[in-house]
């Protein structure tokens, strides 16, 4: 019988793309996947730190699973991610001695090496040396999609750069994923093209502070060149990147965005902040100031730009005028979407050593729904301008009776039709608008790529 694994993620798109990578590892040495995951023989939890929110729901899924070896206790439990990081594995081992493996974020060989020494893979197929094994599973099958999304999975994550070195004062980030490093153009280029001999149609290039991609090399390798390699393939129907930070936006990158039709028009470009005093606490190296003129040379580019950005309220520190300053900023700016998060306390980052968390809880609460009716009220009006028009929508899968897509500028849409629409570019003319969302009816006057 074939030994069943069940993997939980949460967190972020690098995350999601780990996961990935390590079901297509473990389907090769004969795991299937499982939905339930007190019953498989294997349970990862992928795991994220950046709030506190997560890493408390990841403690509560150990607690769980505790439970469940307890009375199966052939069950493999493995820790990833972040929680483990590039260190804390020792500290974790004696916290949860039941966990078997811990696993650095977006490295799997432990986990391989544990199973392979142990013989905990389907006999079937014939791994007579442990190398062996870590050959067939991490090299030949690496980039396999696993069978659950196999024909379905129209986007990708793939991450380009890993870690990070910038080490702004609220971040943990740095010390859980390691020094930024840039894979190799022709690694990441294998990949997107197996994802999309695969089906993929759309690839998230992931890096945390992805604008640095190839500056740790010496041979002029750059994003905008990796870019445009990656669009140049012929399967894929559209390329995205993020996250960007305001120093490393350079012109050249703007112009690729700009000149090349399958490089989708949207930046995320977190400003975290509108006013100086904390921009400089948050140690991100520009001003307010600054980050408008990066804004400026996009639109100018760019005029139809989708501009993103993450902010953080309640930061140390933090007044209310100071806040204020990015209620005006977020006026100013119109973004697309702003991911908007309270500060939360990370363990070792230059904060907490160095400063007193003393926004009251309720404070960052009010602070956080006021700029969420901002944003609301804002798309809400920049969605209203699309009625009528007719939308080229990626689709992705089908949601609750409707197909659910995607446009250039990432506005999720969706549409009814008879047809199997998966991985297809559909033109859609807008019928109804909400602010995060929108629907709309194909337009049989247009030809599209469905039939």
């Known amino acids: 019988m074939a030994h069943t694994y069940n993997i939980w993620t949460i967190g972020c798109q690098m995350n ?40 408390d729901k990841a403690i509560n899924r150990l607690h769980v699973l505790k439970r469940a070896k307890e009375e199966r206790p052939g069950m493999t439990i493995a820790l990833m991610g972040c929680m483990v990081g590039m260190r804390e594995a020792p500290a974790l081992k004696k916290k949860f001695p039941f966990v078997d493996v811990f696993m650095p974020p977006s490295e799997t060989a432990p986990l391989i090496d544990y199973l392979s020494e142990r013989g905990l893979y389907n006999a079937d197929r014939s791994f007579d040396t442990r190398e ?21 999975s ?36 294998r990949e997107v093209r197996t994802l999309a001999d695969q089906g993929v ?30 669009a140049a393939i012929p399967e894929l129907q559209r390329v995205r990147f993020l996250t960007s930070h305001p120093n490393w936006m350079t012109d050249r990158l703007i112009k690729t965005v700009a000149d090349t039709e399958k490089i989708c028009p949207q930046i995320e470009i977190p400003v975290q902040a509108g006013h100086d005093v904390v921009l400089e606490r948050m140690r991100r190296g520009y001003t307010v100031d600054d980050y408008r003129r990066v804004v400026d040379r996009i639109r100018t580019h760019i005029p139809d730009a989708a501009i993103h950005t993450d902010i953080i309220v309640g930061f140390c520190g933090e007044t209310d005028e100071q806040f204020m300053g ?73 949601h609750k009776g409707k197909w659910r897509g995607r446009t250039r500028h990432n506005k999720l849409v969706f549409f009814e039709d008879t047809r199997d629409c998966t991985g297809q570019l559909v033109p859609v003319q807008i019928t109804s608008t909400a602010p995060y969302s929108m629907v709309g009816e194909v337009c049989v006057e247009t030809p599209c790529l469905v039939c």
């Open 154 to 189: 129209v986007t990708a994550n793939v991450p380009v750069v890993l870690g990070c070195s910038h080490a702004c004062t609220f971040c943990i980030i740095p010390y859980r994923r390691g020094a930024e490093r840039s894979k190799r153009p022709e690694d990441v280029l």
């Open 16 to 55: 999601e793309a780990d996961t990935r990578h390590l079901s297509s590892q473990l389907e090769a040495m004969g795991y299937n996947s499982q939905t339930e995951a007190e019953s498989a023989d294997l349970v990862v939890l992928n795991t994220c730190v950046v709030r506190q929110q997560a890493e």
């Open 201 to 230: 149609r759309e690839v998230m290039l992931l890096g945390q502070i992805i604008d640095r991609y190839g500056m740790d090399f010496e041979d002029g390798t750059d994003l905008a060149g990796l870019l445009t390699r990656v």
């Open 326 to 398: 990015t209620y005006r900023l977020a006026e100013e700016m119109q973004w697309e979407k702003v991911h908007i998060a309270k500060y939360s306390v990370r363990p070792k980052t230059i904060a907490t050593r160095t400063m007193e968390d003393d926004v009251p809880a309720d404070e960052k609460e009010r602070r956080r729904r006021m700029l969420d009716d901002l944003q609301t009220s804002i798309l809400e009006k920049k969605n209203a301008a699309y009625l009528g028009r007719l939308e080229e929508v990626l689709v992705e899968n089908k």
């Open 132 to 152: 062996k094994a870590l050959r067939e599973a991490i090299q030949d099958e690496e980039f396999a999609l696993p069978s659950a999304l196999r024909g379905q």
